[in-house]
């Protein structure tokens, strides 16, 4: 009996459409599995989360969909199709070697790596450090799943993304204390997801690992919009931006998908920018291309207090580059 036989139908139902999502009612997918839900899906937003823990979860990701915007109030959920690994997405009128000439070159790509870099030596306590502390106690204690532990993480993690501009006015963080952290800090040091943490750009190619990965930012999101809202009426807004400064704060394995990034892997062709396995995939692949020059720069900042992980340097390079050019324009206007 294959796993999720009890939803096949839904599975049928998912198949044959051809559409890249679907929002459904609670109600219109029991019509489709010809039986009433259990009493834990009107209550608990985890019963919906792409994890197999509940075998619902087959039905849509045997049908290659995963579930998100899960509605308990409304009783809504939108199920999207996973994108094919590296299919993309952006339209250009390049070739593929046109558009690897016009990236980034890779010591230019050096250069903002290491102008990045000199801001958290220049400034002992900047909040370019910010970074290091966190990433260094999540190091430290992995392994490690007590209260505790969890507390201490909990703390590193808020003052890292509050750095890092993740508590500002509209987001919900500023209305929660630190421990709203603490399942999504209990989730991270999981044991199934030490193979994320400083993981080679070779490695994060892997499909397995892209879906480990995957399936971690959707736990990530899905434990903060289950906490109590910060505005009435309104699901805790986990955006990819939160989610991926998290995943490299902890873990080092994704740049930060913020405004300077998504901006600078766009503009050299690197990937879309859409947080997605596909764009993933993309700078990790830009990554291994130049492989024997960004090594040199690993190694030489690493040596001074914490290893860098390949996807923080990716961060650093396309965050200073933004940064670089958006500045130069200020000074000529």
């Not at 051809?18 to 608990?44: C, D, Q, R, W």
């Not at 204690?141 to 509209?170: C, E, P, Q, V």
């Not at 997801?193 to 490695?203: M, Q």
């Not at 766009?266 to 993933?280: D, K, L, M």
Request: proline share 2%; net charge neutral; glycine share 4%.
């Amino acid at each position: 009996m294959p796993l999720g036989d009890k939803y096949l139908r839904l599975t049928h139902y998912l198949n044959k459409l051809e559409k890249e999502s679907i929002k459904m009612t609670f109600a219109e997918i029991e019509n489709e599995l010809g039986e009433a839900l259990p009493a834990s899906a009107y209550v608990h937003q985890a019963f919906w989360s792409n994890s197999t823990s509940h075998a619902i979860a087959y039905g849509w990701l045997n049908a290659g969909f995963r579930s998100e915007q899960i509605n308990i109030q409304e009783q809504t959920i939108v199920f999207r199709k996973k994108p094919k690994m590296c299919e993309k997405k952006e339209k250009t009128d390049y070739s593929k070697k046109e558009i690897l000439k016009k990236q980034l070159d890779p010591q230019t790509a050096v250069k903002y790596i290491r102008d990045y870099f000199y801001e958290t030596v220049k400034d002992e306590h900047g909040r370019y450090k910010s970074w290091e502390h966190c990433y260094k106690a999540f190091g430290e204690h992995r392994g490690k799943n007590d209260n505790a532990t969890i507390d201490y993480l909990s703390l590193h993690l808020s003052f890292y993304l509050a750095s890092w501009g993740m508590y500002r006015g509209s987001s919900f963080l500023l209305q929660k204390d630190y421990k709203i952290h603490g399942a999504v800090v209990s989730t991270i040091l999981e044991g199934k997801y030490d193979v994320l943490r400083n993981i080679s750009a070779e490695n994060l190619m892997k499909a397995e690992n892209l879906d480990l990965l995957m399936e971690l930012s959707d736990r990530i999101k899905q434990l903060y919009a289950n906490e109590r809202p910060s505005f009435e009426g309104n699901t805790n807004n986990v955006t990819d931006t939160l989610t991926t400064k998290i995943l490299l704060g902890t873990l080092g394995c994704v740049p930060a998908y913020d405004r300077y990034y998504v901006q600078t892997v766009r503009q050299y062709h690197i990937s879309s920018g859409q947080y997605n396995a596909c764009s993933v995939r993309n700078v990790a692949e830009y990554y291994v291309r130049n492989k024997d020059v960004f090594e040199v720069v690993k190694n030489e900042i690493s040596q001074h207090r914490v290893e860098y992980p390949a996807m923080k340097l990716m961060d650093m390079c396309m965050w200073q580059a933004a940064f670089v050019e958006e500045n130069s324009k200020e000074e000529k206007m």
